[in-house]
C-alpha cells in the first residue's frame, strides 16, 4: 500500500484569467508554463499541470468556487473576489509598496500575506506564490504632470474601490472592459487608464496613448497562484514540500521578469514615441495623500483590513527611512 501510494500521480488543471504570454522570461510566463514545468522535474512526473489561459477554464467570477469544490486545481489572477474576501482588496490600495522587492516583503516578511492566505483557506484554496506583472501606472491621451492636470479626466475604473478616490480626485470613474479600452480611449470615452504599463506594447495603447505618467500608482501589480485545499490536502507531504518549495523558487524569477517587464516598456515607449513623465516628490505627495481616504475606507471593511493598514504604515515608514532599495526607488522615479 505505502509503495503504491508513493507512485500516486496527480494531474492539475491550471487556469490563469490573462492572455498567454508573449516573451519566455515574463514573469507571467514564469509564474504559469515556467511553473508547471519545475513542477513536473521536481516531483519527477509525480505532479503535472496544463496550463489555461484567457479563463478558458471556468468564468473569473466563479474561479474562486470551482477552486472550492476542486473543480480546478490552481488559479492564476489576482485579487478580483473582494465581495467574498474584502481583505484582498488590499493589493489595490494606491501607493502600498515601493517596488517589487518591498512588496514581496511586505507580503512574506509581515503578517500581511498569512491575512489574505487565511482569508482564501476559509474559501477553500491556498495562496501558494506571488508573481508581479510590472507597474500600473497612468497611461492617458493628454500629459498628466502634476496632480491637478486629472482634474476633469475620465479615467478607466481598475479596482471597485477606486471610484471614490477618482471622485476625491475630481476624475470621472468610467467602467470599461478589460478588451474594450483600446476603442474607448480611441473614441474619447476614457482620457486615460491606469493599468499594467507593459500594456502600452501588447495592448497597442501606444496608438491611443502618447503619455505614461510614473510613478507608478500600484507598484509592482502583485498576481498570485492560488492552489484548491482539495488539491493540496490531496497531495502526500513530501510532494507539498516540492511543490512549495518551487513556488518560492518562481516567485524569485517572476520578481526579476517583472523588473525586466517594467524595462522593456521604458525602451518600447522612447522607440514609439510615448513620453515618459515622472512626477517630482511635491506632486507625487499630492496623489499619494489623496489615496489617504481610501485606505481608511478599506480598514473599516473589516478588523483584519484594519490591521493589514496598520502594518503597511509602519512597514512603508520603516522601509523608506531604512532601506537602499527606496533610496533606488526614488531615484528612478521621481523627477529631480
Request: with cysteine.
Amino acid at each position: 500500500m505505502g509503495a503504491a501510494f508513493a507512485q500516486q500521480t496527480f494531474n492539475w488543471k491550471m487556469g490563469c484569467t490573462y492572455p498567454a504570454p508573449q516573451f519566455n522570461w515574463e514573469s507571467k510566463y514564469i509564474a504559469n508554463d515556467l511553473f508547471a514545468k519545475k513542477v513536473a522535474d521536481a516531483t519527477q512526473g509525480r505532479v503535472k499541470i496544463k496550463v489555461f489561459y484567457s479563463n478558458q477554464l471556468v468564468p473569473q467570477s466563479q474561479a474562486l468556487d470551482a477552486l472550492k469544490k476542486g473543480v480546478v486545481d490552481l488559479i492564476s489572477a489576482t485579487s478580483y473576489w473582494a465581495g467574498t474576501i474584502p481583505e484582498t482588496d488590499f493589493v489595490w490600495l494606491p501607493f502600498w509598496s515601493k517596488g517589487e522587492e518591498h512588496a514581496i516583503h511586505a507580503l512574506r516578511d509581515t503578517k500581511i500575506g498569512k491575512i489574505l492566505d487565511d482569508g482564501y483557506r476559509q474559501h477553500g484554496s491556498h495562496l501558494l506564490y506571488y508573481w508581479p506583472v510590472s507597474i500600473e501606472g497612468i497611461m492617458s491621451k493628454k500629459p498628466i504632470r502634476a496632480f491637478d492636470d486629472v482634474k476633469g479626466m475620465k479615467f478607466r475604473v481598475s479596482s471597485a474601490i477606486w471610484p471614490s478616490w477618482y471622485k476625491d480626485m475630481g476624475v470621472a470613474p468610467i467602467n470599461v472592459a478589460v478588451a474594450e479600452q483600446y476603442e474607448a480611449l480611441m473614441r474619447g470615452t476614457l482620457d486615460a487608464t491606469i493599468y499594467p504599463i507593459y500594456t502600452i506594447e501588447t495592448y497597442k495603447f501606444y496608438e491611443v496613448c502618447k503619455y505614461l505618467t510614473l510613478p507608478g500608482f500600484v507598484d509592482p501589480m502583485p498576481c498570485y497562484t492560488l492552489v484548491s485545499l482539495k488539491a493540496w490536502n490531496a497531495l502526500p507531504p513530501d510532494l507539498q514540500q516540492t511543490v512549495q518549495k518551487v513556488a518560492l523558487e518562481i516567485e524569485k524569477e517572476s520578481v526579476i521578469g517583472s523588473q525586466k517587464l517594467t524595462d522593456s516598456v521604458l525602451d518600447f515607449s522612447a522607440k514609439r514615441g510615448v513620453e515618459v513623465i515622472r512626477l517630482n516628490r511635491t506632486e507625487f505627495e499630492k496623489f499619494r495623500q489623496s489615496a489617504m481616504p481610501l485606505w481608511e475606507k478599506f480598514a473599516a471593511k473589516s478588523p483584519a483590513c484594519a490591521e493589514m493598514v496598520k502594518i503597511i504604515r509602519a512597514d512603508l515608514e520603516q522601509w523608506t527611512a531604512t532601506r537602499p532599495e527606496a533610496k533606488k526607488w526614488e531615484e528612478r522615479w521621481l523627477a529631480k
